[in-house]
């Protein structure tokens, strides 16, 4: 916060404007809300749940919870009470803190017959409908200027921060321990890579995946902050085309559903648009395409792109605000020829690979190294090697300390320091990787091949 003191930092929207709150007041926030943690009982290795939406409240509370060396437990905000009963029964957190009645009112259900939440946070409180019981209720505390900074001296690089819940495709979702040594890690490697571009105190965020989910806990939140970066808040994905022309990001972190949702409609305006339009936009995608692939252009193709730069590529960056360096893309596989098209029209995609257990970040496409059809290389101090089924394994600082009160889980993922990722892969003489399939789904033939 000295760095950046009063410039801006965390943007919202209220009541149909966008407000800003500053590096410094962010920083009193989250001292303020330490403190207030505090007083609550909150120490060392104590779980707070957290569930809310993206917004300012979210990155404070994550912050405030760390500093303490508490656990921070980010729910989803669709998580239905037996989906929190769960998540309590687990981790066992002292306090919660919800961004409106109605989590409260799921919070308090779910904590009925689990009874471990004493002091429950409301960002926005109401009127509520489900008894107390034994927890009892605060409000949001007001900021306080000049609030004593939170003492950092008695966390260590491999103390847990937070417990991230898996997608849990088979059984209950798991908690992955991640450390505050895993999470720098992470950034410090996405630093090296964004400092290239670069991505610095100038550029814009906008955040609209969910924060409970690792690859926006680090892309969206830990990243920025390292960057000196503003972050502008999405509280929902219908909000997302209005925001974009709102905010003008400069890089957006996004899943592929997204490009793919983007490219149909494209797709579909081009094929009803007029012939000239038509052939203006194909001959922008064709010559693009080319020039991404280092295919040699005509002297004519040449010549005519920097005014289709103005008449297509110009159009269509204003869909996203005007101002989009990257679009960063994980959590599945992109479609290569969808981040072709896009890269093609002057809007860069660059695809990663992470799992929560590795806090997320794996490996990644570097920007003057974009080879479409893959997740690109590792990251710095990050060692892969693929066993002889072709599982990808990763070893490094990234690699999560375990599953939270599940060593059974953790032992079968974690062995002899190496990540078994359950993901099929291959990764050529330059190192970079394609994921081709998950493990689990191997049919192994009568003659022995393993078909993903």
Known sequence: SSRYSEKPFLGYKSNDSWLTLSWQETADYVSTLSSHLASLGVKKGDRVLLLCENRPEWAIADLAIMSLGALVVPAYTTHTADDLRHILKLTEPSTAIVSSQAFLDK????????????????IDQGVHSKPEWHTTLHAWPENQLGCASPDLTDLKEDDVCILIFTSGTSGKPKAAMLTHGNIIHNVDSAKMILDTIPINDQDRFLSFLPLAHAYEHTAGLHMPITQGAEIYYCESTDKLAQ????????????????????????????????????WLF??????????????????????????????????????????????????????????????????????????????????????DDIVMDSVGSAFDSV????????????????????YWRDESATAMTIREGWLHTGDLATIDDRGIVRITGRKKDLIVTSGGDNIA
């Open 107 to 122: 919070v308090l259900e779910a904590n009925v017959s689990i009874d471990c939440v004493t002091h429950a946070i409301a």
């Open 243 to 278: 925001y974009l022309t709102e905010v003008s990001p400069t890089v957006c972190t996004a899943v592929p559903r997204l490009y793919d949702m983007l490219y149909a409609k494209i797709k579909a305006g081009v094929e009803s648009a007029s012939g000239v339009k038509k």
């Open 282 to 367: 194909h001959k922008t995608l064709s010559i693009g395409i080319k020039t991404f692939n280092k295919q040699p252009t005509s002297l004519f193709e040449r010549l005519i792109d920097p005014l289709l730069s103005k008449l297509v590529r110009k159009k269509l960056l204003q869909r996203f605000g005007g101002k989009i360096k990257y679009f960063v893309s994980g959590g599945a596989a992109l479609n290569p020829e969808v981040g072709s098209f896009f890269t093609a029209l002057g809007v860069g995609i660059i695809q990663g690979y992470g799992q929560t257990e590795a806090a997320p970040l794996i490996t990644v496409n570097r920007p």
């Open 383 to 402: 060692t892969l090697r693929l066993t002889d089924d072709g599982e990808l394994l990763v070893k490094g600082p990234n690699v999560m300390k375990g």
